[in-house]
């Protein structure tokens, strides 16, 4: 999903927000009018009254958005498919202010993924940022464990944060340096 920036937007109901890059959260009141200046991965960056804030997806209506669609594998799915779907999903995640998934951006830097004797999933990842200060982590690893839970039959995703290897530029998919110019 991804509009065109600068989308005219009013909050038609209380709302939480992280304030970006700071990563607090605060709530838009009812009436705030602003844009959406991204939506990618079923979240939405918006300006207003000066400030960048991130509004999950699952709060999509408050801003006259619609929220993502549920996740569903297909009849007799293999353990391949429930794996793309995972990093699927982890795509679907997006620095607030670069309209790029951390698995391009190269944040990802494990996904293990183990099936249980009850043909449920734990999934557990490691990933850093792109810098070690950015206020925007304890949000984002957030919104990859809410994204990789959403797959059918994972019932637990564990997501460390690490910064040991730091991240670094060659860390990206060739298709983001590019995207960012950043060779």
């Keep these: 999903m991804y509009h065109s920036q600068n989308q005219p937007l009013v909050v038609t109901r209380d709302v939480r927000a992280v304030l970006v890059p700071a990563g607090i959260e605060v709530k838009l009141r009812t009436g705030s009018v602003g844009y959406v200046t991204q939506a990618l991965g079923g979240s939405f960056t918006v ?47 997006y620095d607030p202010e670069i309209p790029i998934n951390i698995v391009e951006l190269g944040l990802i830097y494990r ?11 734990h999934v557990a990842i490691t ?7 950015c206020g925007m982590g304890e949000t984002l690893v957030a919104d ?33 340096r590019l995207q960012t110019g950043m060779f």
């Design 127 to 133: 990933m850093t940022l792109t810098a070690p200060g």
């Design 47 to 93: 300006y207003v009254e000066g400030n960048l804030f991130r509004i999950a997806g699952e709060d999509a209506d408050a801003i006259g958005q619609e929220a993502p669609a549920k996740l569903v594998l297909p009849p007799n799915a293999t353990d391949a498919d429930v794996e793309q779907m995972v990093w699927d999903q982890m795509k679907t995640t």
């Design 144 to 176: 990859v464990r809410e994204k990789v839970l959403m797959v059918p039959t994972v019932t637990q995703a564990e997501v460390d944060l690490v910064f040991d290897p730091p991240w670094s530029r060659d860390n990206m998919s060739e298709a983001a």
């Design 111 to 121: 996904c293990e993924i183990n099936k249980q004797a009850d043909d449920t999933r």
